[in-house]
């Protein structure tokens, strides 16, 4: 079956610009994570979602960085007024279950910012 | 807050040859995890362990897990240029917020 995927792949933009990146999860799948790596680094978690929810979003940096999860599959991360240190690597988990259960998270191939 | 340490940072080694990534925690380890990394890629899932003194091995990578809980090491055996990456380990910690090392990044050399 169809892994996690993300979209796009790669992504350009200037600075002060406001951008969004999707992530399709693998389906049926109830909890959603999204990640940033940067350069040299591993993962560091930004928000989990269980079903619609946010049901944690306390790595968000600051209120520059928002995501929704309207339907409780696809998720979008968005970024307003991006700035250079934005520039990472965003990756996106999803798990079937809820915490607790030690469910192996199963990542995307990421979507690489670049802000100029 | 847990913190993940891997050592080496980076480790280049000839064809053939064996090799183990560290990987300690700050704080007891709940779930531990292996992932590979390559670049462009999205993290591949290598293993799990939960128990004390527990060893998985999956082709020619092993992982285990000390009887402590506090650290895990990744042995490769007979290394082969498909083996480069980056290897991460991450923890649970019995939250669903992964955490997870820097990373080791391997070459190995044909």
């Known amino acids: 079956g169809a892994g996690v995927s993300q979209t796009p792949s790669n992504k350009v933009t200037e600075k002060g610009k406001y951008v969004e990146l999707r992530c399709d999860p693998i389906s049926g799948h109830t909890a959603l994570y999204w990640y940033r790596q940067s350069l040299g680094q591993g993962p560091e978690f930004l928000i989990y979602?269980?079903?619609?929810?946010?049901?944690?979003d306390s790595g968000l940096p600051n209120d520059r960085f928002f995501a929704v999860r309207p339907e409780g599959s696809v998720s979008t991360l968005k970024i307003q007024r991006t700035e250079r240190g934005d520039s990472a690597v965003y990756l996106c988990?999803?798990?079937?279950?809820?915490?607790?259960?030690?469910?192996?998270?199963?990542f995307g191939p990421g979507t690489r910012l670049t802000v100029l | 807050s847990q913190e993940l340490e891997q050592s080496p940072q980076s480790l280049i080694v000839q064809e053939g040859k064996n090799l183990t990534i560290n990987c300690t925690s700050s704080k007891t380890l709940y779930g531990l995890y292996w992932y590979k990394q390559k670049y462009g890629e999205g993290l591949i899932f290598l293993m799990m362990?939960?128990?004390?003194?527990e060893e998985k091995s999956h082709e020619k990578i092993t992982a285990k897990l000390d009887e402590k809980k506090q650290q895990s090491s990744l042995h490769i055996t007979a290394s082969q240029p498909s083996h480069a990456g980056i290897y991460l380990c991450?923890?649970?910690?019995?939250?669903?917020?992964?955490?997870f090392g820097t990373g080791t990044r391997l070459k190995v050399l044909a």
């Open positions: 988990a999803s798990s079937p279950g809820t915490w607790g259960s030690y469910n192996e998270q199963f």
């Open positions: 979602f269980q079903g619609t929810g946010a049901a944690d």
């Open positions: 362990l939960q128990k004390g003194g």
């Open positions: 991450g923890a649970d910690g019995r939250t669903y917020k992964y955490i």
